[in-house]
């Protein structure tokens, strides 16, 4: 039984960064993409990137290189998502993602259970 | 960047109704369609996937057509279950792009 259990909520100050967390039990780490989904306050989602843990490799929208670095950990099968220069505009909830296989573009069959991130001075 | 327009942004109709949504991207995704069911405060639950496949386990009232660059999602008895917020999604190519989501409501 695949789980994603993502890191709890966060009260940030304007500026600083933040970093969350996303542990995967039930399959082989490595052999599944993760993605991780924003969805600010009554609006819809967006994807803002991948990262294939077997291959080491990220991909990252467009709007959001240089704001994310997304990383994992294969001891702990963690995916991270770290969001710097926090602004007001980053209050949202962040889910992580995962299919079916090796690749990002493939349907999310399973959802971490999402980390609402607060920017607030 | 693949943009997805999906419509209407929001409805209502009664149990029992059929309900149809769409979906239109701004290319050609050969079928790398999916749709997502969202409940308040809750992560999105794939439905449809490859534009009409059933995700096991999810009622056959579930449906999805189309191809090209015209996608439809169909519930065909709506139930009280059902409120929700509806998601299309390609991933036909990166950046994956959502649709901006129908709200569905009981009248």
């Known amino acids: 039984q695949v789980q994603l259990v993502q890191s709890g909520a966060e009260v940030k100050k304007p500026g600083s960064s933040v970093t969350v967390s996303c542990k995967a039990s039930?399959?082989?780490?490595?052999?599944?993409?993760i993605n991780w989904v924003r969805q600010a306050p009554g609006q819809g989602l967006e994807w803002m990137g991948g990262?294939?843990?077997?291959?080491?490799?990220?991909r990252y929208a467009q709007k959001y290189q240089g704001k994310i670095t997304i990383s994992a950990d294969h001891v702990t099968s963690t995916a991270y998502i770290e969001l710097k220069s926090l602004r007001s505009e980053d209050t949202a909830v962040y889910y992580c993602?995962?299919?079916?296989?090796?690749?990002?573009?493939?349907?999310?069959?399973?959802w971490g259970q999402g980390t609402p991130i607060i920017v607030s001075s | 960047d693949i943009q997805m327009t999906q419509s209407p942004s929001s409805l209502s109709a009664s149990v029992g109704d059929r309900v149809t949504i769409t979906c239109q991207a701004s290319?050609?995704?050969?079928?790398?369609l999916n749709w997502y069911q969202q409940k308040p405060g809750k992560a999105p639950e794939l439905l449809i996937y490859?534009?009409?496949k059933l995700e096991t386990g999810v009622p056959s009232r579930f449906s999805g057509s189309g191809s090209g660059p015209d996608y439809t999602f169909t519930i065909s008895s709506l139930q009280p279950e059902d409120i929700a917020t509806y998601y299309c999604?390609?991933?036909?190519?990166?950046?994956?792009?959502f649709g901006g989501g129908t709200r569905v409501e009981i009248k």
């Open positions: 990262l294939i843990p077997a291959f080491r490799t990220a």
């Open positions: 490859d534009s009409s």
């Open positions: 999604q390609q991933y036909d190519k990166l950046p994956l792009t």
């Open positions: 290319q050609d995704i050969s079928n790398y």
């Open positions: 039930g399959g082989t780490f490595s052999s599944y993409a």
């Open positions: 993602a995962r299919g079916g296989n090796v690749d990002m573009a493939t349907p999310f069959t399973h």
